[in-house]
């Protein structure tokens, strides 16, 4: 088979596709036109985010068998038109859960304790011991929606902070392990102090989290988001911040970021961006929750593994 790769991954995935005989291309960094031009002849696509595989660049892959996202999210692929085409698509969401889930949880005791402000002030030579007086994580009630990889993976990692666990995903019934409740939206909404997202982005989570979502809470919550930034609407959030309907945010992605996480120039930032920018009660960081150095590694390792137990 010829694998076509169109964005860097680890190099093992090469290695171990190359081992049993697969001859694997690298074309990257290349424009969607070069890809257009290219792709007709390879059997397999490796991506990640920068170029979206639609309809026009799969009519083009005449001959493919299979598309593997080094990620989880699949919202850049056509996945109808690949089930038509009998294209497999694989993702690698077990290679980065553990990542997200740490970077999740330690942005939230960032926001806690005030750890970026305090960090500053310091360095200025000021000791505000009362002004950045934190609040505990023991004792929460943190509603955690979706509970696939990753939800799992924070529940996992939250299970040692003594705080209750509540779980919602829609799709799925009895995957509750012991020390986490599966449980309702409504309640969900009565008992929540944190939410944390680990959905993807469909048409049915786009904006999900908007001005009347947030309202449906009966305390004052803190929210983290390290799924897709378009699932939380910025202008509610930014709201219910401004009231005191949400105490907090941790962000790792944004609704304005582009589909390659490059950043936004100046010039490009809207109104509500700045706006969140400027707010002392988000802890923000560049889509990066699931991209740390063994993640790197883990990602492309269970792409080879995925592969060659469907074509060797």
């Given amino acids: 088979m010829k694998v076509l790769f169109i964005d860097s991954v680890h190099p093992i995935l090469e290695q171990r596709l190359t081992e049993v005989g697969m001859e694997c291309v690298m074309y990257y960094p290349l424009s969607r036109a070069e890809i257009l031009e290219v792709i007709g002849t390879f059997e397999g696509l490796v991506v990640r985010s920068r170029t979206p595989i639609d309809a026009e660049l799969i009519a083009a892959a005449k001959e493919l068998k299979f598309i593997a996202r080094s990620g989880s999210g699949l919202e850049n692929i056509d996945l109808d038109v690949c089930s038509a085409r009998n294209i497999s698509v694989y993702n690698a969401p077990e290679g980065n859960r553990v990542a997200v889930a740490e970077h999740a949880i330690g942005m939230l005791l960032s926001l806690f304790n005030h750890l970026s402000r305090c960090d500053a002030e310091v360095r200025q ?17 943190v509603g955690i929606i979706g509970f ?61 989290v908007d001005e009347g979502f947030i309202a449906k809470f009966q305390k004052p919550i803190y929210i983290i988001n390290t799924s897709r930034g378009p699932i939380l609407n910025t202008r509610a959030l930014l709201d219910a ?67 060659l137990a469907d074509w060797t």
């Fill in 125 to 141: 030579g000021l000791w505000r011991r009362e002004e950045n007086r934190g609040v505990e994580l023991e004792g929460k009630t």
């Fill in 148 to 208: 696939g990889q990753n939800g799992s993976a924070m529940a996992q990692r939250l299970s040692g902070f003594n705080c209750e666990i509540l779980a919602y995903d829609k799709y799925v019934v009895n995957y509750a392990p012991a020390g986490v409740k599966e449980t309702t939206m409504d309640e969900l909404f009565q008992r929540c102090d944190v939410l944390s997202l680990h959905i993807p982005l469909t048409t049915e989570t786009q904006r999900l």
């Fill in 241 to 307: 911040l401004s009231s005191g309907k949400a105490l907090g945010a941790c962000l790792d992605v944004l609704e304005f970021e582009r589909t390659s996480f490059e950043n936004l120039g100046k010039d490009e930032q809207p109104k509500d961006l700045q706006e969140l920018l400027a707010s002392n009660k988000v802890v923000l960081s560049p889509h990066v929750a699931g991209w740390t150095v063994e993640s790197y590694i883990k990602l492309s390792d269970i792409l080879a593994e995925k592969i």
